[in-house]
C-alpha cells in the first residue's frame, strides 16, 4: 500500500510540473491577432496551428492523469483499516469477564460551600 502511495505520489507530483511548463509555454489566442497587425510573429517549433493541437491535448492528457492521481490519493487517504472496528465492538471488548457490565455512576454535582474556591 505504501508503494502505491507513492507512484501516486510522484505521478500527480510530476504531472503537475509537466503541466505548469506546457500552459507556460503555449501562447495566448490573442497572440495571432497582435502577428496580423504586424506587431510580433507567429511562428514556433512545432508550426503555427500544429502547436496548439499538439500542446493542447498533451495538457489536456495531464491534466486527466493529474486528477485521478488526486482522486487516488483522496480514496487512499480516507481509507481506514478494518482491523479497528467499531466503537461499539471496543466497548463490547472492555466488559468484564463475569459477563455484567459494571454500571457507570455519574458524579454529584457540587453544590453550596463546594462551589466557592479556597485559597
Known amino acids: 500500500m505504501n508503494i502505491v502511495l507513492t507512484v501516486l505520489l510522484a505521478l500527480q507530483i510530476l504531472s503537475a510540473l509537466t503541466m505548469i511548463g506546457l500552459i507556460l509555454i503555449q501562447h495566448g489566442k490573442g497572440a ?3 502577428a496580423a497587425f504586424g506587431s510580433g510573429s507567429s511562428g514556433s517549433l512545432f508550426g503555427a496551428s500544429g502547436s496548439a493541437n499538439f500542446m493542447s491535448r498533451t495538457t489536456a492528457v495531464l491534466a486527466t492523469v493529474f ?3 488526486t482522486l487516488a490519493l483522496a480514496y487512499y487517504g480516507n481509507v481506514r483499516p478494518s482491523s479497528s472496528g467499531s466503537v461499539l465492538e471496543g466497548a463490547a471488548a472492555t466488559v468484564p469477564a463475569s ?3 459494571t454500571p457507570v455512576v455519574p458524579a454529584t454535582p ?3 460551600a463546594a462551589l ?3 485559597k
Open 110 to 112: 457540587a453544590s453550596g
Open 99 to 101: 459477563g455484567v457490565p
Open 32 to 34: 495571432d491577432m497582435g
Open 67 to 69: 486528477f485521478v492521481a
Open 116 to 118: 466557592i474556591p479556597s
